[in-house]
């Protein structure tokens, strides 16, 4: 590898092979806030390769997770979950 990433869709036909060496993980389906938490979390302690995963919400915003360095994925935090605000 020269230090490219490895970006896959979670929500696609690709196979396990591809998300289990996966720098990064997303779908493309949004989902619940509560849900896209919920799989964001599943998605790291999963995939310990995976260092950043995204899943968009259904009202806008999203749950993005990233692996901290050094850490098993117990130590994997969920970082942001957000929303699209509204007036």
């Known amino acids: 590898m020269n230090g490219d990433l490895v970006i896959v869709r ?21 989902y619940p806030l509560r849900t896209a ?11 310990p390769g995976c260092v950043l995963a995204w899943v968009p919400g259904t009202g806008g915003g999203g ?9 098993s994925p117990a130590g ?6 957000a929303g699209r605000r509204t007036r």
Request: charged share 20%.
């Open 37 to 47: 938490a919920l799989l964001t979390g599943l998605v790291l302690g999963r995939y």
């Open 10 to 30: 979670l929500d696609s036909a690709v196979g396990e092979d591809w998300r289990e060496c996966a720098d990064v993980l997303y779908c493309a389906r949004p």
């Open 76 to 81: 994997a935090v969920v970082l942001a979950v």
């Open 63 to 71: 749950a993005i997770g990233v692996r901290r360095a050094g850490l």
